[in-house]
């Protein structure tokens, strides 16, 4: 095949890679422009909650209260955000991690499975409506404060476990922007060297790397 021809048939190949190059440092710039954004958001809807870590949630603490309350196979938090304001996904995973050890300290070591359904006379609590507390305005039976305690805390924890989730997401989203833009990059020196090898020769007249050598 003619060198011309080669020549020709290579260009838009390079012309190619141009553009790809192109397109994935625009989807790079964009995708950390996204995650910087959406990082920023998370902190300042955390922020603006103005949540501050109670003076027990250090681990040291936490398991000291573990052990007063007699709970067992409880999974004690390693983070420590006491008197800390929240301010950043992590720190809110880390409260949160903090406020289910709260929860169960209220609710004997039960989750919300465990608990009865009403509140009964003896505290213990009943599933039995016949047997429930009888609320004297309504005469309604008296749901179990127990699990209200714990529904209020899985709410809470699930809306600050989500905002580490959304802040995690936004960090990935800057690496892969950094990952897109650095191979947009290549792409570009690639095919830029390629057709400036390409003019060089031209301009020369140096034979093709695959042209035979002359005898």
Known sequence: MSRPLRQSMSRPFRLGGIIAGLILIAFGVGAIVIGIAGRAEVSTNIKREQIVGTPDMKPSLIAQKVKEAGLTNVTLPTCDVAGKAITNGGEAKCFASYMRVHALEATGGKTFAQMPQFASAD??????????????????????????????????????????????????????????????????????????????RRKTKLPDAAAPAAG
């Open 123 to 200: 505290g213990k609590g009943t599933d039995s409506a016949a047997e429930a507390v009888k609320d004297p305005k309504t005469g309604r039976p008296q749901s179990n404060e127990a699990r209200q305690v714990w529904i209020n805390e899985t709410a809470l924890s699930t809306a600050l476990n989500t905002s580490f989730f959304a802040s995690s997401v936004g960090l990935f989203a800057i690496v892969m922007g950094l990952a897109l833009l650095l191979t947009g990059v290549g792409f570009l020196v690639l095919a830029s060297d390629l057709l400036g090898l390409a003019g060089l």
